[in-house]
């Protein structure tokens, strides 16, 4: 019976989405009764059913800010065309989570998002009111779907305000700007292009990054970023803007699906092709824009000396920074009879962050503190890359304090820590039990 109801309804709801007129919703059992309970189940359709929920979680229907030219308010108090236009979106991905989330499902803007004409001299990219709401109406009716479907193992439904803000606000990605050639939505700057919800999740089907709870799920999008490679400047090009080298000509923003992709470098190097990200900011970017379609916040955070380390409220998980996924220092080769660290090892709990980060923190001390578990997963393991460097330094004769691995290792942690912690003990080992430098 859903399937037959799917097959009906997909066609009609894309053609209608966006159109004023309010439409009847879809029945009631397309949702999850444990979510939805048991009095706005009893609704006669999905459009009431989301309605009555609504009222049930101020907090959610609070963080639903929309604004344009005419309007600015949350939902209580969005106008009726407004309201009916986000009951047909959510219906559309009732019915796309029903059908099993298909790849080749119709969506609603292209991936990646066109320009629509000359960037604005101030502002950039942009897009026409009619495009910027049905980007945001898609991700937004996208997450209350997934809520009420139960698509996902967490729920957004205890999520606190701030954390409910980061998903469901448009304030915190598009902004209206009218006094321009072409009034419409611009990105806050520095964030990416989105994909639709259908490519985005499709992304994360295929490459198994879906867990069991957010923190797992955290940990399988960041084992995916090691093959990020970080942008670059080369040395004597005029070209301020480097973007278009990276993720073509319409960059910044950064399309999600370029870096997913990824993309053919086209600048003065021979770099060819790679999953190309722009640094640290560019990463936490990414991982905020892509685990907003599956429901998981991630709070942008710079650090005083102004490097990204995002935070992930609701798995109560951090990084020393957005660079960490890809950072070779870490990379620990298996070998048998030798541990190699779980990807959950690279995070830190946000008051392990806080600790590391405190608020007016001084510059040079911060400076040591990013990237620092990515260090610690490299001491107690005995990472690859100062396993190649201890070769050199036994090469050499040099002792410790004089060698290439300290000469590393010194921006973290003075001699007699690194000692302490058991570093050159670690690198002996492997050493010797691999005979690893061949000699």
């Known amino acids: ?54 009222n049930q979680h101020p907090d959610v229907a609070g963080a639903m800010f929309y604004s344009d030219a005419a309007y600015s308010g949350t939902w209580p108090t969005w106008p009726a065309t407004l309201k009916t236009q986000l009951d047909l979106v959510f219906d559309l991905m009732v019915v796309w989570y029903k059908a099993g989330m298909p790849a080749n499902f119709p969506q609603p803007f292209p991936v990646p998002i066109p320009e629509l004409g000359a960037p604005d001299p101030v502002y950039g990219f942009w897009m026409s009111y009619a ?39 448009m304030g915190d990605t598009l902004y209206h700007v009218d006094n321009v050639a072409n009034p419409g939505y611009f990105f806050q700057e520095g964030g990416p292009s989105p994909a639709t919800p259908v490519y985005t999740i499709n992304f994360f089907k295929t490459n198994n990054l879906i867990g069991s709870d957010a923190a797992d799920t955290i940990e399988r999008l960041f084992a995916w970023e090691r093959q990020l490679i970080h942008f670059f400047y080369v040395s004597g090009d005029p070209t301020v803007n480097v973007y278009p080298y990276f993720w073509g000509p319409n960059t910044p923003p950064i399309p999600d699906s370029a870096v997913i992709e990824g993309t053919t470098y086209t600048g003065p190097v021979n770099a060819g092709f790679g999953h190309y990200t722009a640094g640290c900011s560019g990463t936490m970017e990414f991982m905020k824009s892509v685990l907003r379609s599956i429901n998981i916040p991630v709070e942008l955070h710079w650090v005083s000396c102004q490097h990204a380390t995002p935070i992930f409220p609701t798995a109560g998980l ?50 040591h503190n990013v990237g620092i578990q990515v260090a610690n997963v490299a001491i107690k393991y005995g990472s690859d890359y100062l396993m190649n460097l201890y070769c050199q330094d036994l090469m050499s004769g040099a002792d410790h304090a004089s060698g290439q691995v300290y000469n590393t290792m010194q921006w973290y942690y003075p001699l007699q820590t690194l000692e302490n912690m058991g570093l050159w003990t670690t690198l002996d080992t492997k050493v010797m039990a691999l005979n690893y430098c061949g000699f």
Not at 29 to 52: I, Y
Not at 152 to 169: H, R, V
């Open 1 to 54: 019976m859903q399937r037959i109801i799917v097959g009906l309804t997909t066609i009609a709801l894309w053609l209608s989405a966006f159109a004023p007129a309010r439409a009847a919703g879809l029945p009631v059992f397309l949702l999850s009764k444990d979510r939805l309970g048991l009095s706005c189940f009893d609704r006669p359709d999905t459009h009431a059913a989301l309605e009555c929920w609504l």
């Open 131 to 169: 495009l910027g709401k049905r980007v945001y109406l898609t991700q937004l009716a996208n997450s209350l779907a997934a809520e009420l479907t139960a698509a996902f193992p967490w729920s957004i439904a205890a999520y606190t305000a701030p954390e409910l803000n980061l998903l469901l606000s």
């Open 318 to 367: 951090a990084m020393t920074h957005g660079d960490d996924p890809y950072d070779r220092l870490g990379w620990v080769t298996p070998y048998p009879g030798f541990p190699v660290p779980q990807t959950s090892e690279y995070l830190v709990t946000i008051a392990q962050h806080d600790q590391l980060f405190p608020a007016n923190q001084d510059w040079d001390e911060c400076t």
